[in-house]
């Protein structure tokens, strides 16, 4: 099923999360349609069984794709922290568990981090598309630290424990306007988003 005109385009964007939706969608420019998972009636979770950030976000895309039809991105993060080897890494979401709970995991990251000198972490955002069955890969990396405690009350995951370089606020003490001009997903989305506009 081939969605694409030439100004306008649909495009599945392979989440059920409504927050990274609308995050995504502020960056779109007006003649991109984004519809998520929900919209399509994809109710189910799609497996991340890669052992890497890149192959989640290819399995993401190709499982709708090609169950559904649609052209069709989907990201994946990992939050990579120095002095616990890369961890939580390709495991972000479910650090502290399979039910994958921000709270728990923002917990265990800190107990994790208790009394280590470096703090130094990094958010690495891939995205694969999926358009007409040829893809692409985009990759962001916004370079921070993880924060001693948690700080504000916006955005969502590790937000409140991550602050990134040259900056004294948490992604949750930073309005959406501003995260979206230095964060990992924001950096890769403007890759993905130059590349449509070709």
Known sequence: ???????????VFATHNPNKFKEIQALLPHY?????????GCTEDIAETADTIE??????????RHRYGYDVFADDTGLEVD????????????YAGEEKNDAANRKK????????????????????????????????????MITNEQRGENGFGYDPVFQPKG????????ELSQKSELS???????????????
């Open 1 to 11: 099923m081939n969605l694409i005109t030439i100004n306008n385009m649909k495009l």
């Open 184 to 198: 990992h997903r924001a950096k890769a989305f403007r890759e993905l988003i130059s590349y449509l506009s070709k």
């Open 109 to 144: 990251l800190l107990t994790e981090l208790d009394g280590k000198e470096n703090r130094t972490a990094r958010f690495k955002t891939v995205i694969a598309i999926n358009l007409e069955d040829h893809e692409n890969l985009f990759t962001g990396i916004c370079e921070g």
């Open 32 to 40: 991109i349609e984004l519809l998520s998972l929900d919209d399509i």
């Open 167 to 174: 900056f004294d606020k948490t992604f949750a003490e930073m």
């Open 55 to 64: 192959g989640n976000a290819i399995l993401k895309a190709e499982y709708v």
């Open 83 to 94: 002095a616990l080897d890369g961890a939580p890494g390709v495991y972000s979401a479910r």
